[in-house]
Each structure stands twice: as structure tokens, then as C-alpha cells.
């Protein structure tokens, strides 16, 4: 059974940074397709961001890009989420998520090809 932690989250004002981490457990980390995604009170779970199996390829949606970072460790089991410049608007439950589905080269986007999810870190971002 894979499980995922979600670690980093807190309180921090505008402009600022965090650096959420996910360890994932179960399973050796490098033969999952990683992905980051927040859900904000009433709102539906968006995707921020995505890395491959070997790390050599990462997306983020606009809403996020050049402000959003993403990474792994497969020897550490751990992928990361490094958020700077931070917004109000971003004030969401981060979840990390493993997708077994892509080949390797592809950077999953969509909410339904992720098969296992962390239980989420709260990120609050003040004016």
C-alpha cells in the first residue's frame, strides 16, 4: 500500500514562501508520476503542478507558473513543492498525489489518472 505525507504547510504572509515536502511510502517512489493539487473552501481540487517519474520534466498551470516549483527526490522518496512570492489566493489544502499511469516521460495532469493521495497540508497566506 502506498502512502503519502504531506509535510511544510503553515501561515505566511504575502510575498513569502514555503516548501512543502511529500514522502511517499509503499512503494519506490520512481515508478509514480508525481503531482501537486489544492483545494480552497467551496472550490474544486485544481492542479498546480506535475513531475515525471524521472524528474526531467515538470509542468505548471499558468496560475502558478514562475512562482511554483516542483521536484523530486526518488532516492529520498520525496517530492517537493517550493512556492514563492505567495498570494491570498493561494490559500488552499495542498495534496500531493502518485500517478501509476504514465509511461515515464509524461507529466500527468488530470485529478482522475492520480491513484493514491496524501491526507493534505493547510497553506494560509495573509493580506
Known amino acids: 500500500q502506498v502512502q503519502l505525507v504531506e509535510s511544510g504547510g503553515g501561515l505566511v504572509q504575502a510575498g513569502g514562501s514555503l516548501r512543502l515536502s511529500c514522502a511517499v511510502s509503499?512503494?519506490?517512489?520512481?515508478?509514480?508520476?508525481m503531482g501537486w493539487f489544492r483545494q480552497a473552501p467551496g472550490k474544486e481540487r485544481e492542479f498546480v503542478g506535475g513531475?515525471?517519474?524521472?524528474?526531467?520534466?515538470?509542468y505548471n498551470p499558468i496560475s502558478v507558473k514562475g512562482r511554483f516549483t516542483i521536484s523530486r527526490d526518488n532516492a529520498k522518496n520525496t517530492v517537493y513543492l517550493q512556492m514563492n512570492s505567495l498570494k491570498p489566493e493561494d490559500t488552499a489544502v495542498y495534496y500531493c498525489a502518485a500517478s501509476a499511469w504514465s509511461s515515464g516521460t509524461i507529466v500527468v495532469v488530470a485529478t482522475t489518472l492520480y491513484n493514491y493521495w496524501g491526507q493534505g497540508t493547510q497553506v494560509t497566506v495573509s493580506s
Open positions: 509503499g512503494r519506490t517512489l520512481s515508478t509514480y508520476a
Open positions: 513531475i515525471n517519474r524521472s524528474g526531467g520534466s515538470t
